[in-house]
């Protein structure tokens, strides 16, 4: 499978985007997909993970309450919903891909990433 994101962009304080995750070459079926973050000199944070098997969730303590996320009907795009965005929330956005279906927002576990796509939080 492949994976490719949308839906970022430049956005005020409060404000909401959804982004996407889009799957090429199979369904995501039998997968995990996860939402994490980057900024520039700091780890990759894992933020959402989705269970394809039974759509049970979990996030990170930093957006849970303001982000949703969730799979389409056809489960080949997973969406991110960002709600009440603060400034921090200012990352480059990644989808990823885990084969075993459990719900780790630990990096190293997925093997199948997206390229990315940015989010920014200013007034």
């Known amino acids: 499978v492949q994976l490719v994101e949308s839906g970022g962009g430049l956005v005020q304080p409060g404000g909401s985007l959804r982004l996407s995750c889009a799957a090429s070459?199979?369904?995501?079926?039998?997968?995990?997909i996860a939402w994490f973050r980057q900024v520039p000199e700091k780890e990759r944070e894992g933020i959402a993970v989705?269970?394809?098997?039974?759509?049970?969730?979990e996030y990170a303590d930093s957006v849970k309450g303001r982000f949703t996320i969730s799979f389409d009907e056809t489960k080949t795009t997973v969406y991110l919903q960002l709600n009440s965005l603060k400034p921090e929330d200012t990352a480059v956005y990644y989808c990823?891909?885990?084969?075993?279906?459990?719900?780790?927002?630990?990096?190293?576990?997925?093997?199948?990433w997206g390229q990315g796509t940015q989010v920014t939080v200013s007034p």
């Open positions: 990823a891909a885990d084969y075993a279906d459990l719900l780790r927002l630990d990096p190293t576990a997925y093997g199948v």
């Open positions: 070459g199979s369904s995501l079926d039998d997968y995990a």
């Open positions: 989705i269970s394809s098997s039974d759509g049970t969730t």
